[in-house]
């Protein structure tokens, strides 16, 4: 379940740390410095089996004869410790095999980099719907990413086990899994009816859930599931320190005036002047950028929570229409910034911009966003398609036969989605249609 690219990496164990046994734990001290690191057992096991020599498959081999438990849980147990060891400095990877022929994936990881890292992240419940999309996102990454960038996927599901479908996918494109609370399940946010389960909180769980393990100069990248990056990816276009997207529902005058036919909304401005903030806000939302620093402040992430609950409950009392409602969450990323002083760029960039309905070609590195569908009052996404993602709110897409969508794809997008579809599935499951 590993990538071959995966297979050939070799981490290696910093030699220059001092490590004391202490309790149950292993400490360890870099040397001329102030941190020290503590590893409870698995870990301190993980971080001795990194001795260079070892495979990724070896080290999960001699935790599986090592520990109990399912090996799909031992698997997503070492991605999560490999990538905290690698941020923090405690593991270097050993440079691997020349890659074969055509392989794109084999990066060296701790590479120097001019630029800090981008860790994209994703905060879902384990279900089917976000299964598909996530598979085709990554398999649009797939060996685009630069030495350093990582894609995470935090599991909203209260910690419960994560399904095999899903572990499954994340050990195919080397994604880690981290898991956290459902918040939609956790809060009644609807205190007025009750019975209400709001998930894009989902997405502020995932920050506050990443930024436990984020170093402060690296970028965490937020972004819906339901977008494929079309084309190459372009590095230099990513911002370097705290950045949303221009979009143009917060940029209303009023928040939710785009799905009343009264214009009823919230002037954003006017409740921040409420609150006594003076500072200037700043549109943007759905790609958000936040750093390591950033998301290390735990008010930051408590006033995204706090924000999406007013804005909803503020929809509430305006008798605002369901699909209006459900984008309460977009704009409390940037409404949170403001109170904690924390200055934020807002980028007019069209690669990162949700796009107009119905757009046919788009710049090259877009994440193109195909939410245009029937559940947002609109078509499908691509101009002229019978496809749209509701028909597969309970199906795998990549279970089906795709030979008569591939083969009807009109627009550029349109048959970049179903290639990548196409080899997600080949890649999951073995499977390829005959187009």
Known sequence: ?????????????????????????????????????????SGAAIWQLCDGRRSLLDILAALVSRFDGDDL??????????????????????????????????VVLGAP??????????GVEDRTYFHWQLAILFESLRGQLP??????????????????????????????????????????????????????????????????????????????TDTFLFGDLQEDLFPTDNAMAKNWIISEERFFQFATENQHG???????????????????????????????????????????????????????????????EMACFALALVPNDVPMELLDVQQFAVQEPGVATVPEGTFFHYYNDFNDGGGGPFPGSSWHKQLFHHRDLLREDLSGYRAAAQSPLEQRFFELAHDAQRRLHGTHDPA
């Open 266 to 328: 919230v002037s954003l401005p006017k409740l921040l002047e409420a609150l006594g903030c003076a500072q200037e806000f700043k549109p943007g939302g759905v790609s958000v950028f936040l750093t390591g620093e950033t998301l290390h402040n735990r008010k930051v992430i408590k006033d995204c929570f706090r924000f999406a609950q007013v804005l909803y409950l503020l929809a509430k009392i305006s008798d605002v229409p369901p699909k209006g409602v459900w984008v309460s």
């Open 1 to 41: 379940m590993l990538s071959d690219a995966s297979k050939r990496i070799r981490p290696r164990r910093r030699t220059d740390l001092e490590a004391f046994p202490v309790a149950d734990e292993l400490v360890l001290v870099p040397p001329a410095t102030d941190q020290v690191f503590a590893l409870n057992a």
């Open 147 to 224: 030495p350093g960038w990582s894609v995470a996927v935090v599991v909203c599901n209260g910690h419960a086990p994560v399904s095999p479908e899903l572990t499954a996918i994340a050990a195919a494109y080397d994604v880690l899994l981290l898991s956290g609370e459902s918040l939609g399940d956790l809060h009644d946010i609807d205190f007025a009816d009750g019975g209400e389960r709001y998930v894009p909180l989902n997405r502020i769980e995932a920050l506050a859930v990443i930024g436990e393990h984020i170093p402060p100069n690296d970028v965490v990248c937020l972004m819906d």
């Open 73 to 106: 849980d031992i698997l997503a147990d070492l991605s999560a410790a490999l990538f905290e060891l690698q941020t923090f400095g405690l593991i270097e990877t050993a440079a691997p095999a020349l890659p074969a022929q055509g392989d794109p994936t084999a």
């Open 113 to 122: 980099r001019a630029r800090p890292a981008v860790h994209f992240v994703f």
